[in-house]
């Protein structure tokens, strides 16, 4: 687990500001995942992103939320004009190939918008 | 999609006693973890089970593909056990192996 890396760890962002999320996945993985935890929930699918691809989109808000996994770097989770609503866990996953489907998770960031 | 179902949702131990937990999932699936969520919010990584049984330590888990449900045992539990254990669940739907989490059994060992 502790070898997807993501930051920052907590977040505080002002209602209509943009939150940035990073996720580095696990060495030799090509496949990341980004979850959302409410407070007291499990956590909910949002994206699925190989390099430069965004394979499945279908957990993501249709606005204001954004993903992209470069060819170089780590994957990126945007939030723009963020609101009380979306404060929450963001996790983040990797695996090794498709179907060798095993997940392994970053220790999440916690966003807080005031 | 696929549902996942756990029970029971909260769970009071004494420090040593047994307990056994229950995913049931509603499909057919290509994959099967169960997690450890500590306190700090960290997933731990449990088992990756899609089928058979495994065991590590203190703890083991059984999945019955063909009658759709998953048990994770704890044995001689202890009070870092305590947190809540997510089992989640994927099937290879549109290329995507994301995972279904179920809403969790959040355990509580007391000493």
């Known amino acids: 687990n502790a070898g997807v890396m993501q930051n920052p760890r907590h977040l505080v962002r002002r209602r209509g500001q943009e939150a940035r999320l990073r996720c580095s996945p696990m060495?030799?993985?090509?496949?990341v995942y980004w979850y959302r935890q409410l407070p007291e929930e499990g956590l909910k699918f949002m994206v699925y992103?190989?390099?430069?691809?965004?394979?499945?989109e279908s957990g993501m808000p249709k606005e204001r939320f954004s993903a992209e996994f470069p060819k170089e770097g780590p994957s990126i989770l945007r939030i723009q004009q963020v609101v009380r609503g979306d404060s929450a866990a963001y996790f983040c996953?990797?695996?090794?190939?498709?179907?060798?489907?095993?997940?392994?998770f970053g220790q999440g960031t916690r966003l807080t918008v005031v | 999609g696929i549902q996942v179902e756990q029970s029971p949702p909260d769970l009071i131990l004494q420090e040593g006693a047994n307990s056994t937990l229950r995913c049931n999932f509603s499909?057919?699936?290509?994959?099967l973890q169960w997690f450890h969520q500590n306190p700090w919010g960290q997933l731990i990584n449990l088992f990756y089970?899609?089928?058979g049984t495994k065991q590590n330590g203190r703890l083991s888990a059984t999945t019955v593909a063909t009658e759709r449900y998953s048990l994770l045992y704890i044995s001689s539990s202890q009070t870092t056990d305590s947190g809540v254990y997510f089992c989640?669940?994927?099937?290879?739907?549109?290329?995507?192996?994301?995972?279904?989490f179920g809403k969790g059994t959040k355990l509580s060992v007391i000493p």
């Open positions: 996953a990797s695996s090794h190939a498709l179907g060798t489907g095993e997940a392994f």
């Open positions: 992103l190989q390099k430069e691809n965004i394979i499945d």
């Open positions: 989640a669940a994927a099937y290879s739907g549109a290329g995507s192996y994301q995972l279904t």
């Open positions: 060495k030799g993985h090509s496949h």
């Open positions: 499909d057919s699936v290509n994959n």
């Open positions: 089970i899609p089928s």
